[in-house]
């Protein structure tokens, strides 16, 4: 044989790593095959499971009589609760309550349970979806369980769901854990506590007084996006601050008339983000006496500053478009001109 | 020649075959885990808008120079796609063509006078427009100065915290940006995605998107059908496993844009503006010590056009190459860097000395044991060894490649396209590789003699405007 005749050991060495590149490409060839035919198999059965449930959810959803099982087939569970998710997504009211009744009456409760402790990631989340639609109150610990999980997506979706299904256990549970958690992007903490706002309002109202200096910035940035006001002599309070992110959410969030002198004196201020809220909040409580120091603050040096001030000079209500375009006439800044400009132009159709 | 300089040769072309190897096939396992880690996402997808409500709003930056041919087929498909909030930024730079008569035409351009924002410098803007019939379409017409440049204006023009390089000439899947945005949703230090790149040449297209994946008849685009799935699947995606991925196709990327802007933007005159930017975020970001992830979503998201012709094959090769070489040696200082990590310590001196030198080494290797062959310096057991071991390795990597390919996306349904993909796994490795290897030195000596790089020009069928691919 031809490895008896090879005696210098690099030979041999290269001779053994090319027959077991040759037996391993062998095995791959063989595993590419059986998991074509898994794949096939698996298609077959899925396809099969989607025949039969599809015409029974169709029935179900025209309140028809359909024949089904007294329970779901454990090979089914994946199939019938994906097509039941796609049907929620397209049906209200009777036809709504119809799909939620047969998921009830095939035992999705218990397979959602049995899911959303056991289950893969994928089963989690598909469990959690199908409990959000049912309101089930017996998922509700295994919510609050997954909704403190590093995993993001699980947890997520598991607290729009606990919002759904108990939105005063989500406020007084989750909510405050958010606002410390800065893992959570602040949009994605508004999105998910948006259908318990109400709920928050007191929660996160009273967290106000308590929570640490590092933590009030994410706190305000909840309250205005969720459209928790403050009043304002709570806001004249903030104004005083010495974070930038705190005084950025004071400014988001001034209304009143009240605070207009306070808003005047950080038009200047070093930080452009406080200059352009600044330029914001006079856009809506400046009276006409501010033009001269909001067309001022269009030949900031900081684009956004610029544009958010042209924005803001626009959308004031005693300037008509005519004074606008007359005021980007006459600016002496190239800057302020340009940004004026591209905000009527953005303002009206393109001409 | 003295025997032990023969055999030093031998001993090192071996080892260096064996390392090279042994490297991929690391990658590759890699890769294995990190495609059962996902395998949850099968079920995800089936699922209705998982994401829906938390997705970032996405700036598309679409730089087109002289592609009067698919401008207007690529925005069309473009605006179709499946995403809650995004706009598309083309621009123009200096085309000599139709281009922006063909944008004016198809999608009433009219001008904007817009203010821009000049974050990283760029060559100047001549005008921008907007799109009475899309309002999140506008086109900034530019005069020219390269692709990155055009990418630079485009990240300038852009209002969105993400944004999103395309190029002018790619098809995307419709879900595509709601796949390679996901990472971002899952991580907030996240700060650049990038997809999978397929081959197009043999599939079906159709009102601007792929509707029937296939194979090419094309022999030349048949071995980049493979390369393409070893390339992605376990190269890249094995690297993202370790956090040590230093390249993201220009075909299809998303950026965190104030990463980008911080890092100074793309390079101008710079052939692989792609890579040289992801492995400048990398050097950059772990100067300043900040935490951050760049992550491959493997899914098949974007199809593109391969050359079909020795010639722009040969071109795109040489490109590719200097790119290479540009982007390390722009970057040298995160090898073996202080707080170098992964991409410092192991992704970097990896691509420098397999993928960088590697044409050296491979042809030189060749042409060494031909040379000893024939002159009776090494036996012919020692020769048909060593091309024994060095196509059976090469067949071994790209079968582990479509290993990958059946356990994650199926994207070839027949069994006679297994057989046929199979087929070419074989025949690439007998002058296909070798002949690609030269074209890389040939890339390596240009850079070296650092002759001038302007925008790419590639001979292509066109097929993707014509709707249907052959």
């Known amino acids: 044989m031809i490895w008896q005749s090879l005696t210098d050991p690099f030979l041999r060495a290269a001779f053994w790593i090319g027959i077991a590149a040759v037996v391993m490409i062998v095995l791959l060839v063989l595993q590419i095959v059986g998991l074509r035919i898994r794949l096939l198999r698996r298609n077959r059965r899925a396809a099969a499971s989607v025949a039969h449930w599809r015409p029974v959810i169709t029935a179900v959803l025209a309140g028809l009589p359909a024949e089904r099982p007294k329970f779901l087939n454990r090979c089914d569970e994946v199939e019938f609760l994906k097509l039941w998710l796609h049907f929620q997504a397209n049906v209200r009211g009777d036809a709504r309550q119809n799909l939620n009744q047969l998921a009830i009456d095939m035992g999705s409760d218990r397979v959602t349970q049995r ?58 549970s989750i909510a405050p854990e958010l606002i410390v958690n800065s893992a959570w992007p602040v949009r994605e903490v508004v999105t998910v506590l948006q259908g318990a706002r109400v709920e928050c309002e007191p929660v996160l109202g009273a967290l106000l007084p308590v929570t640490l200096p590092e933590h009030l910035p994410r706190l305000l940035q909840v309250m205005d996006g969720l459209r928790i006001f403050l009043p304002a002599a709570q806001l004249l309070h903030l104004f005083s601050h010495e974070s930038v992110e705190v005084l950025i959410c004071a400014l988001r969030s001034a209304a009143s008339p009240a605070l207009r002198e306070s808003v005047l004196a950080l038009v200047d201020h070093e930080d452009w983000r406080v200059r352009m809220y600044a330029a914001k909040a006079l856009g809506r409580l400046g009276q006409r006496g501010d033009v001269a120091v909001m067309i001022g603050m269009l030949s900031d040096r900081e684009w956004w500053v610029r544009y958010r001030c042209a924005q803001a000079l626009a959308a004031m209500p005693f300037l008509k478009q005519d004074e606008i375009r007359q005021l980007a006439h006459e600016a002496t800044d190239r800057f302020a001109g340009d940004m004026l400009r591209q905000v009527l132009a953005e303002g009206g159709p393109v001409a | ?383 048909a060894l060593f091309l024994f071991v060095a196509i059976g390795l090469g067949i071994l990597l790209s079968v582990s490649g479509l290993l990958l390919e059946e356990m994650s996306f199926h994207m070839y349904p027949r069994g006679r396209h297994l057989a046929k993909l199979g087929l070419a796994m074989i025949l690439e490795n007998f002058g296909y590789r070798q002949l690609n290897s030269w074209w890389r030195l040939v890339g390596l000596w240009r850079w070296a003699r650092q002759t001038e790089s302007t925008w790419g020009t590639m001979t292509r069928k066109g097929s993707l405007a014509n709707e249907v691919k052959k």
């Open chain 2, 1 to 383: 020649m003295n025997p032990l300089v023969i055999e030093f040769a031998t001993w090192f072309v071996f080892c260096y075959f064996i390392l090279l190897n042994g490297g991929y096939i690391m990658l590759n396992l890699f890769a294995i885990a990190s495609l059962r880690r996902s395998q949850h996402r099968v079920l995800l997808d089936d699922l209705p808008q998982a994401y829906s409500a938390l997705e970032i709003p996405i700036s598309i930056v679409v730089p087109a120079y002289n592609e009067e041919a698919n401008i207007a087929p690529s925005i069309r498909s473009l605006l179709q796609l499946s995403y809650s909030e995004f706009e598309i930024v083309v621009v123009n730079d200096g085309s000599k063509d139709g281009t922006l008569a063909a944008l004016q035409k198809e999608f009433d351009l009219h001008p904007f006078p817009e203010a821009m924002r000049v974050q990283i410098p760029c060559q100047p803007v001549k005008a921008v427009y907007q799109s009475a019939l899309y309002p999140n379409l506008r086109v900034i017409d530019k005069v020219n100065g390269g692709k990155a440049d055009a990418l630079n204006a485009g990240i300038n023009a852009s209002r969105y915290p993400l944004f999103c390089g395309v190029d002018a000439d790619s098809v995307l899947q419709r879900d595509s940006l709601q796949r390679v945005v996901r990472p971002f949703l899952d991580d907030p230090t996240m700060v650049a995605t990038g997809g999978t790149i397929r081959i197009a040449n043999g599939c079906k297209v159709s009102g601007g998107f792929l509707t029937s994946v296939g194979l090419p008849d094309n022999w030349w685009a048949m071995f980049q059908v493979v390369e393409y799935l070893r390339a992605f699947l376990f190269g890249r995606l094995g690297w993202s496993a370790i956090s040590g991925m230093l390249i993201i196709s220009g075909a299809f990327g998303v950026f965190r844009k104030d990463v980008v802007v911080m890092a100074g933007g793309y390079r101008p005159n710079t052939i692989g503006e792609d890579m040289e930017l992801v492995v400048r975020m990398h050097r950059v970001l772990r100067e300043k010590k900040q935490p951050y992830n760049i992550e491959f979503v493997a899914d098949p998201i974007c199809w593109t056009e391969a050359p079909e012709d020795r010639n722009t094959l040969r071109t795109q090769r040489i490109r590719w190459q200097r790119g290479l070489s540009e982007s390390l040696a722009a970057n040298w200082g995160l090898m073996f860097s202080r707080n170098g990590g992964v991409p410092g310590w192991v992704a970097f001196p990896f691509m420098m000395l397999f993928e960088w030198l590697g044409p050296v080494v491979e042809l030189g290797g060749y042409v060494f044991m031909a040379f000893a062959y024939y002159f009776n310096m090494v036996s012919w057991e020692a020769f």
């Open chain 1, 115 to 172: 899911m959303l402790t056991k289950g893969g990631r994928g089963e989690k989340l598909l469990a959690i979806l199908v409990a959000r639609h049912l309101g089930s109150r017996s998922a509700v610990e295994a919510l609050q369980r997954l909704a403190h999980l590093p995993d993001r997506l699980l947890s997520v979706h598991a607290t729009i769901a606990l919002v759904q299904i108990d939105p005063q256990l989500a406020a007084r």
